[in-house]
């Protein structure tokens, strides 16, 4: 039997992942004995005080155990903490000493949504692959540069560590972990259950872009709203540096430093959102809303598109416009 410790941290952390991991997996375990089978994980809630507050107040849970209690688990789920990242890293750093000889033991990690940040503050996932929700990547990627954000991912597996994409992903991580623990069987049973689609693998499609400015570099953000406020223009960034007397190396240096993406990357995602909320709000069709955000060549909007969304213009369109025309 797996010993499953999820924590419950200190502040404003995520109910619905601590509850709906709870459950989660003692439904395998009311499956297994449904079928005559021992039950699969003994599953424990872990914080560092008793009847702890959530959702201002309207929630009490209650830990079933201490983290100087566990002195050997399995599995670690690391739920989402408060955005409030200045209050709540600090307020839940007497579980990183836990973690880290947790992990060294043996013991695997999930963490989910922004519950990234805190996995990220232990160290042991430095130099390795981590998601989070797409809402905290400009944010993530400064406080944590050695970590490998890969943002369009919703699950990530390296090393007995798992994270997950933002909000309700934390299901999809749930199946992968019932899966990897029991097998494809029971995941699909419990992703019935749940009416969950198993094997989501990318939020790409749900990633809105806004970009980074929390800085102060003026002529950089001269930029950003100079490529804001012409979406529908080609725009060279080598003509745009030299429009803010800036050397293009430096440019990129200062631009990538600022906003945690290079021009291009930047313009293109720009366009990129210009272009979703184009596809789902009218009935333009798809070189229509092409034009409109300066591009001219099919070929190279659609991989862009692609890469950024996931999707083709048209599956995005078809996924989100109901009333679109159908061409």
Known sequence: MKHISILVPEGDASMIDIIGSYKGFNRVNKYLVDKGLEPRFKVQLVGTAKGLNMENGLFTIQPHLTPEQVTKTDLIIIPAVSWNFA??????????????????????????????????STG????????????????FRKMFPDVNLVIEKMITDE??????????????????LIEKYCDRETAIYCSKVFEVDIDRNSQSPFTMFSGLKDHHDEEIMKAQLFIENNVDKKISIEELATKLAVGRRNFDRRFLKATANTPVEYLQRVKIEAAKKKLETSRKTINEVMYDVGYADVKAFREVFKKITGLSPLEYRNKYNKEAVVL
């Open 124 to 139: 042991l996932l430095s130099g390795r692959s981590c998601s989070t929700h797409w809402m905290g990547a400009d944010v």
């Open 159 to 176: 090393h007995g560590i798992y994270t997950s994409g933002g909000a309700f992903s934390f299901v999809n991580l749930l199946l992968y």
């Open 87 to 120: 209050e709540s890293l600090p307020a839940n750093q007497c579980f990183v000493p836990w973690i880290v000889e947790q992990y060294k033991q043996g013991a695997e990690l999930a963490s989910m949504c922004i519950g990234g940040f805190l996995l990220a």
